[in-house]
């Protein structure tokens, strides 16, 4: 069974950063996608990033230049980079890994960026 555990959430000020990491077990890591996706207080949830298993990424406009999305095949274990934060990114973040059909989501983590 997959099981994705997500961390690294928190509380940071304005333009500081925080790293999230999401650990899998369970599953074949290395030919799998990841995604994070975040959902604000009363908004939809939206994919932040995406990673394929060739290592291709994707980013929401939103945060481009600001978030990289990474992952250690060795550590089954996808990371999300974010830098120069903004209020706007409050959120839970949320993992995702896509193997096949089956997709399956982490248990979110907060962040809070204060202004």
């Known amino acids: 069974q997959v099981q994705l555990v997500e961390s690294g959430g928190g509380l940071v000020q304005a333009g500081g950063s925080l790293r999230l990491s999401c650990a899998a077990s369970g599953s074949r890591f290395s030919i799998s996608a990841m995604g994070w996706y975040r959902q604000a207080l009363g908004k939809k949830r939206e994919l932040v990033a995406s990673?394929?298993?060739?290592?291709?990424?994707n980013y929401a406009d939103s945060v481009k230049g600001r978030f990289t999305i990474s992952k250690d095949n060795a550590k089954n274990t996808v990371y999300l980079q974010m830098n120069s934060l903004k209020p706007e990114d409050t959120a839970v973040y949320y993992c995702q890994l896509t193997q096949g059909l089956f997709t399956y989501w982490g248990q979110g983590t907060q962040v809070t960026v204060s202004s």
């Open positions: 990673i394929t298993s060739g290592g291709s990424t």
